[in-house]
């Protein structure tokens, strides 16, 4: 078919594949958990090249099979004519890596219009001409997602902000060293709860989680069934967390909870904490979250589509 062009949430589009516009050092934020994928990382380790890509599959919850991670260019205007050649190349490679793996449709966002600042015009023009190029020898559906211009003027103006917040607060340390802090939390934690409890102190301790996640829904009014849903939990999940005493979820589910119940910055770290986790500048996903719920910005569409930008997976692919 001829190329369409929606106006929609490229989430909702039921197509074999969907585009991810990463950044150049994708893989340094990164930390891809697909075994059968592993073999091309290698190639991959020092980041995308320009115009370039690579192919994952998607998530459980996404109607796509795959992703296409690629890196768009940015928009100098004293460079115009080679900008939009660059950018041409990149839905073009992004085509060819789709045909070589037999893939029969795909959903294009309007690559670099955001933080690489190509000007919307000039991004619809580069993508028209290179897919209409591309399907005169190809048989392929192709979608591409244009946000109405509010939404659009929305969407960059917060990755500018969003790309500045990261650049100050993101303090990468190695990934190993991250997951042992948070187990030395967690075991610094447990180990206090006991010495309170066999010492008998008479004194008022800390709420536990259940009790926290518990009071947080009777003060907002949230129907448990409703928040589950939202947050894309399993039932099964949401009930051991509600339940059973002592049950310790993951720092990424405990995250996805502070946004769905729309917590604010002081109240989602309590929640953190009362499992012996805090928020860290080490951490992308941390520094993510941190910024959403600063800015009172819940939309779990928006904000996986960011995860996706920066760490190749969606908040809510996390239910575990």
């Known amino acids: 078919m001829p190329l369409k062009i929606v106006s929609d949430n490229i989430f909702n589009l039921d197509v074999e594949a969907m585009v991810n516009p990463v950044h150049q050092h994708f893989f340094s934020y990164s930390n891809i958990r697909y075994d059968d994928m592993n073999h091309q990382m290698d190639a991959f380790k020092n980041g995308i090249k320009l115009t370039e890509n690579i192919l994952t599959k998607s998530h459980p919850h996404m109607k796509s099979s795959f992703i296409i991670h690629t890196v768009g260019p940015r928009y100098f205007p004293n460079q115009h004519e080679s900008n939009m050649s660059l950018l041409k190349q990149t839905y073009i490679n992004c085509l060819q890596k789709a045909v070589d793996h037999h893939i029969q449709s795909i959903a294009f966002p309007l690559i670099s219009t955001g933080g690489k600042r190509f000007p919307k015009s000039y991004g619809i023009e580069a993508a028209n001409d290179a897919i209409q190029t591309f399907l005169k020898t190809h048989d392929l559906d192709v979608y591409l997602v244009i946000y109405h211009d509010d939404d659009f003027n ?21 990934v190993s060293d991250h997951i042992q802090k948070d187990a030395l939390r967690v075991e610094t934690f447990e180990y ?26 009777n003060k907002k009014h949230i129907d448990p069934v409703n928040l589950y849903k939202k947050a894309e939990i399993s039932k099964q999940h949401f009930s051991k967390m509600i339940n059973q005493e002592g049950y310790q979820p993951k720092r990424r589910t405990v995250l996805l909870l502070c946004l769905a119940m729309e917590l604010n910055y002081d109240e989602s770290l309590d929640l953190l904490e009362s499992l012996g986790y805090t928020f860290s500048s080490s951490n992308i996903e941390d520094v993510i979250v941190k910024y959403f719920i600063q800015q009172k910005h819940y939309d779990l569409y928006d904000i996986d589509e960011v995860f996706l930008t920066y760490t190749s997976e969606t908040l809510r692919n996390y239910d575990s």
């Open 192 to 217: 206090a709860s006991k010495m309170i409890a066999n010492q008998g102190y008479d004194f008022e301790t800390e709420k536990t989680f259940q009790e926290l996640l518990i009071m947080f829904m």
């Open 154 to 174: 929305k969407q960059a103006i917060r990755n500018k902000k969003l790309e500045s917040y990261i650049g100050r607060n993101y303090r990468p340390e190695e």
